[in-house]
């Protein structure tokens, strides 16, 4: 039987609860330094989604449900994200991620543990990369040039099955999936379906050093700076995939090879919104139904329920955005526990 060498997946993503107080605070928990933090604000509906990183540092936040450009709150007791520590985060008292009296929900992931380096290996040089090549995540930031045919280096040293990209301007998120292919893309921060795109990938794959654009001002702008999420799939630890919906209640099992701590899915083949569940906001039991939406700051829905196993999940609603008959879905997904880790510990449902 084939088992993942990462026998801790809590080491490389990990979900925090915490209650906001507009009060400059350190958040705990996480269990190592987190070079990824996306927040949300789980019962408002004001608050977008706000994502930090390591490679453009504390202080600078992005919106996932939104086109806007970054943003700049700095690291004083006001701002969001201040810091990354060695057991999570520090905030200040931005609505954003720290609203008094808000249940908040962080995603933590770890790369490289810092800014990273240069990473060279493409015809663009990333103004930094930081990469882990265990767990299979890079994060980069880049300036795009124009031209057709570029390429950028993400240093996971294996192809990436995942994609996510963000001007620092004003434009959308655009989304690679390996499922999808290089002629198609997809809008985090919307609800569209998946479309034909030749401007994004250039019809050219990822490889296991680089990815491909077009010219297009959403990914490679002449002087426009990115921010870039790249996911090479790790048996027992991540899983980029689809699915194909069954319209039932009593609806598909998708085998992930692992008990799953969060999934993001959307509909590729009609509307629907980008899907995030994790293990922490319904805590006991294997039905989880508290839903919320990347690509939308609405409050935490408690419907449209899945099953968290110990090697995957299952859908239990016919909902159109999770399970419309015939529909084809996509998503990622990442690790609690592997179904049979290095030493041979088998998972179990929760």
Known sequence: MAYSSITNPRNFMNTVLYTGNATARSITGVGFQPDWVWIKPRDNGLWSHNLTDAVRGPGYGIFA??????????TGTSGSVRTFDSDGFSIGSATQVNNNSSNIVAW??????????????????????????TSGLSISQYEGNSTTGA????????????????????????????????????????????????ARWNNTSPTNSVWTMGNTSAVNG??????????????GYSKFGSYIGNGNSNGPFINLGFKPA????????????????DNKRTPTGNLTNNLMYANAT???????GVDFLSNGWKLRNSAGDSNASGATYIYMAFAEEPFVASNFNVATAR
């Open 262 to 277: 969060f999934i993001m899915a959307k509909k590729s083949s009609d509307t629907g919104g980008w899907q995030l569940r």
């Open 108 to 133: 933590n992931w770890k790369a490289g543990g810092g800014q990273g380096s240069s990473n060279t290996d493409g015809s663009i040089n990333t103004t930094y990369t930081s990469v882990n090549t």
């Open 65 to 74: 449900d939104l086109t806007s450009a970054q943003y700049n709150y700095g």
């Open 222 to 235: 002449s002087g426009v700076n990115y921010i870039a999420y790249c996911f090479a799939e790790k048996q």
């Open 151 to 198: 390429t950028v280096g993400h240093g996971l040293g294996a192809t990436p099955k995942m994609i996510m990209i963000k001007s620092l301007g004003s434009e959308n998120w655009e989304v690679y999936n390996e499922n999808l292919g290089n002629t198609k893309g997809m809008y985090l921060n919307g609800t569209d379906a998946a479309f034909s795109t030749s």
């Open 298 to 304: 609405s409050v935490e829905q408690t419907t449209d």
